[in-house]
Structure formats: structure tokens, C-alpha cells
T-cell receptor, first 117, second 115 residues
Framework: AQKITQTQPGMFVQEKEAVTLDCTYD???????LFWYKQPSSGEMIFLIY??????QNATEGRYSLNFQKARKSANLVISASQLGDSAMYFC??????????????FGKGTRLHILP | NAGVTQTPKFRVLKTGQSMTLLCAQD?????MYWYRQDPGMGLRLIHY???????AKGEVPDGYNVSRLKKQNFLLGLESAAPSQTSVYFC??????????????FGSGTRLTVV
């Protein structure tokens, strides 16, 4: 069965430090997509970054990068030079039946990140 | 530039009452999804639709029904609300079959309380 696991319920990090949020996934499909979303206290879901299972290089979007280790089935989010505005809940998600008729995404339980001044 | 719009944003229901949540998207997306978010549980898929006139069950479909009569609208119904359905509900849409570099687009959520 497909599953996303985020083992860090909460993290506290000093401002300007780099942060790594852990995510492991389980799927038997060869084709899948991995996503990270940010949910600030206002509640909206903000798309951060995407990685396809066949992508050779790790995805990067500004201060966000996705450390994709396919053999280990991990897709950790790295935030460089953290800012106070990065304080939020972060969700790892996976698209199953990717780009097929039954495409849908499933989510992990999230990691609440607190950036300390 | 509306994207995905959910109505209402807040609602309080009494146990046993019924209601319909509306999700509307203006991006001509084929796929639409309903999720519920509960503390410590992440987002769980309730129902989804891969096109107009089609619906399918997700992880937690019991107690909910859906309809997709028009491509741009996806309705989530609660026939007889229960306190266990107190949650924040999110709708999302996507145009799959293409690389989803932009991710799936989410609405702003509906906070439902059943008393």
C-alpha cells in the first residue's frame, strides 16, 4: 500500500540555520511524483516543490531543495538559511497512479516547524 | 485569477443536519479532490473525480457523498452530520497527464463544526 511517513511531529530551529524535514514513502509503482506543501497558520496550502520519480537531479526552488534518494525511498525537504516566515506546518505528499487515470495524492501527517529568532 | 474557490468558509451544524460544500475551479482542470484535515492526521482523501460525471472513493469516504455534474464544480455532501465530521475540508484540482510542476491547486478550506 502507498504510504507517506513524516517522523518529526515538531522541530525548533534557529533563524538562518538550514533545516531538513524528513519524508519517506512507500509505493510499488515505478512512476510517481513527490511534493512538499507549506501550511502557515492562516491555513492555506502552498505548493513548494515537486520531484518526479524519473528525474535524475534533485529539484530546487529558491531556498527549497528536495533531497531525493530513490533507493532509500526518501524525499527530504531542505530549507537553506531559514527565516521567521518559514514557521509553519509542512506536508510531504505523493502522487499515486501518477499521470494515469486514477491519479491522486496522499499526504503524510506533517511536521510543524518553529523558527526561533 | 480565482483558482479554486470553496464555499462556505465556515459552518456550524447540528448533529443530523445535512449540508453541501461547493468547490469551484476556473482552470479547466479534469481532476478534483476533497480532503479533510484533522490534528495529527494530515490530509486524508475523502472522494475524488477524474472528470465530469465521474467520482471515486478515497481513504475516508463513509458519511460523505459527492457529485461532479459540471467540470468546474465538485460538491461534497453530508447527509446526516456527526460530530466526528468536525474538520477542515480542502478541495483541490489538477490537470494530470502532464508534469505537475505547479503541484495541485488547493482551495482555502472550509472549517466545519458539528455540535
Amino acid at each position: 500500500a502507498q504510504k507517506i511517513t513524516q517522523t518529526q511531529p515538531g522541530m525548533f530551529v534557529q533563524e538562518k540555520e538550514a533545516v531538513t524535514l524528513d519524508c519517506t514513502y512507500d509505493t510499488s509503482d515505478p512512476s510517481y511524483g513527490l511534493f512538499w506543501y507549506k501550511q502557515p497558520s492562516s491555513g492555506e496550502m502552498i505548493f513548494l516543490i515537486y520531484q518526479g520519480s524519473y528525474d535524475q537531479q534533485n529539484a530546487t526552488e529558491g531556498r527549497y531543495s528536495l533531497n531525493f534518494q530513490k533507493a532509500r525511498k526518501s524525499a527530504n525537504l531542505v530549507i537553506s538559511a531559514s527565516q521567521l516566515g518559514d514557521s509553519a506546518m509542512y506536508f510531504c505528499a505523493m502522487s499515486v497512479a501518477f499521470m494515469n487515470r486514477d491519479d491522486k495524492i496522499i499526504f503524510g501527517k506533517g511536521t510543524r516547524l518553529h523558527i526561533l529568532p | 485569477n480565482a483558482g479554486v474557490t470553496q464555499t462556505p468558509k465556515f459552518r456550524v451544524l447540528k448533529t443530523g443536519q445535512s449540508m453541501t460544500l461547493l468547490c469551484a475551479q476556473d482552470m479547466n482542470h479534469e481532476y478534483m479532490y476533497w480532503y479533510r484535515q484533522d490534528p495529527g492526521m494530515g490530509l486524508r482523501l475523502i472522494h475524488y473525480s477524474v472528470g465530469e460525471g465521474t467520482t471515486a472513493k478515497g481513504e475516508v469516504p463513509d458519511g460523505y457523498n459527492v457529485s461532479r455534474l459540471k467540470k468546474q464544480n465538485f460538491l461534497l455532501g453530508l447527509e446526516s452530520a456527526a460530530p466526528s465530521q468536525t474538520s477542515v475540508y480542502f478541495c483541490a484540482s489538477a490537470q494530470t497527464g502532464q508534469r505537475p510542476n505547479y503541484g495541485y491547486t488547493f482551495g482555502s478550506g472550509t472549517r466545519l463544526t458539528v455540535v
